[in-house]
């Protein structure tokens, strides 16, 4: 399985602080990377998308993707209780043979606290 | 729009017995994910099938899991002789296809998995 590597936490962060998390991964052929929520007991819900260079934002979410050193990161801002759960770092593969694999990291457990 | 449906959600077996899980995608989804999720780990990939045919499983335990998708829709899940190690969470998840952009995927709510 191509590498997807996480920080591994667990983090916590006080409410109404930022949430920084990230994900390194091994492929180059990687194109596409994700991040989806999970809390526990439930599955995997996809929270952000991101496929070119830069920054990416939805609400309090930012997803930042360098391809050049192979990092993807996720901040949360303005931190809420709600927001504790496990965050899941997941790349695509989207060229040849590989096209169309998606493949995970371990998670990082986030608990924001009042 | 409906989202990938499964089942069984919940499922007790003993060891060497055997076990199935279906999944129903989402209308129109032709891309298809079985994972594997153990307590405190990512989902792992089992297999991953385009329309009805395999794309990926490369990381499907042969002699004991398979998998179908007969008419590139619904797709079953299967383990036999089930094993201890086997207990985890099952998740299907689907996509509308393979190629950017229609590459995000959506997942089930999973079937738990126990092997006593």
């Known amino acids: 399985q191509k590498e997807v590597e996480q920080n591994s936490g667990p983090l916590s962060v006080p409410e109404g602080a930022i949430a920084s998390l990230n994900c390194t991964y091994s492929d180059r052929v990687s194109q596409s990377f994700f991040w989806y929520r999970q809390y526990s007991g439930k599955s995997p819900e996809l929270i952000m998308s991101i496929y070119s260079n830069g920054d990416k934002e939805d609400g309090r979410f930012t997803a930042q993707l360098n391809k050049a050193s192979q990092y993807v990161s996720l901040l949360i801002r303005d931190s809420q209780p709600s927001d504790s759960a496990t965050y899941l770092c997941a790349v695509r593969l989207d060229r040849g043979s590989t096209l169309g694999r998606l493949y995970f990291g371990r998670g990082t457990q986030l608990t924001v606290w009042p | 729009e409906a989202g990938v449906a499964q089942s069984p959600r919940y499922k007790i077996i003993e060891k060497r017995q055997s076990v199935a899980f279906w999944c129903n995608p989402i209308?129109?989804?032709?891309?298809l994910y079985w994972y594997q999720q153990i307590l405190g780990q990512g989902p792992k990939l089992l297999i991953q099938f385009q329309n009805n045919g395999v794309v990926d499983d490369s990381q499907l335990p042969k002699d004991r899991f398979s998998a179908e998708r007969l008419k590139g829709v619904d797709s079953t899940l299967k383990i036999q002789p089930a094993k201890l190690e086997d207990s985890a969470v099952y998740l299907c998840?689907?996509?509308?296809?393979?190629?950017?952009?229609?590459?995000?995927?959506?997942f089930g709510q999973g079937t738990r998995l126990t092997v006593v």
């Open positions: 998840a689907s996509s509308l296809g393979v190629g950017f952009p229609n590459t995000e995927a959506f």
């Open positions: 209308s129109g989804h032709a891309t």
